[in-house]
């Protein structure tokens, strides 16, 4: 099956940038899914990009994608302490399966 | 605006008790997942339906089952509790095709002693 990986912490301050990171093994990914889980509750669809873009940007949020490094990113712009969640990297692959990945706590210090 | 609901947000369960999770979304949705959340680990998919009375394993299907006698609920069984069975678990739904955007239910949060 696919693998999905992440790194499990990121720690930002407040008003600066934050690049969240995810590899995958699927070279079959059509979709690429951004959850966001905030404390206590269960996962919402942040953002979302196609194969056969490089980039999507949406407000604060910028999705790039390497597809011959198998390579996501999620970045958000200005971060503020309402950003503080766990965020999932979803690539939807072969037989139109998503996995998911193993989630980065974000952490904004005010 | 899509809803799903899961019947409990914590549960204390004793080893060996049969266990039933249910799910209900309003939206119509034709697909239906049950996952579990644990730290390190990420979510990992235990069973999803295409369809009423039609069941997939995904891929941690063991010591766990699954019903869907009507569109809108899936229940997670489990047939008798373990420790490790210990966890949060997400109930999700989405529109036919095998996947997309999916909607999520705030979880469960299993103990089983």
């Known amino acids: 099956g696919e693998d999905v990986e992440q790194s499990l912490f990121l720690s930002v301050r407040e008003g600066d940038s934050s690049v969240i990171n995810c590899t995958y093994t699927?070279?079959?990914?059509?979709?690429l899914y951004w959850y966001k889980q905030e404390p206590g509750a269960g996962l919402q669809l942040l953002t979302y990009?196609?194969?056969?873009?490089d980039m999507k940007q949406d407000q604060r949020l910028t999705v790039l994608l390497n597809k011959k490094d198998k390579h996501l990113s999620l970045r958000i712009a200005d971060t503020q302490t309402g950003d503080s969640a766990i965020y999932f990297c979803?690539?939807?692959?072969?037989?139109?399966?998503?996995?998911f990945g193993t989630g980065t706590k974000l952490q904004v210090i005010p | 605006d899509v809803k799903v609901t899961q019947s409990s947000r914590y549960l204390v369960k004793r080893t060996g008790e049969k266990v039933f999770l249910e799910c209900v979304q309003d939206?119509?949705?034709?697909?239906m997942f049950w996952y579990r959340q644990d730290p390190g680990l990420g979510l990992r998919l235990i069973y999803f339906s295409y369809d009423v009375k039609m069941k997939e394993k995904g891929d941690i299907p063991e010591g766990y089952s699954v019903s869907r006698e009507k569109k809108e609920r899936f229940s997670l069984i489990l047939e008798s509790a373990s420790t490790n069975q210990t966890s949060m678990y997400l109930c999700?739904?989405?529109?036919?095709?095998?996947?997309?955007?999916?909607?999520f239910g705030p979880g469960t949060r299993l103990t089983v002693t």
């Open positions: 999700a739904s989405s529109l036919g095709g095998g996947g997309g955007e999916q909607y």
């Open positions: 990009i196609f194969s056969n873009m």
């Open positions: 939206m119509d949705h034709e697909n």
């Open positions: 979803a690539p939807r692959g072969g037989y139109q399966k998503v996995t």
């Open positions: 699927d070279s079959s990914s059509t979709y």
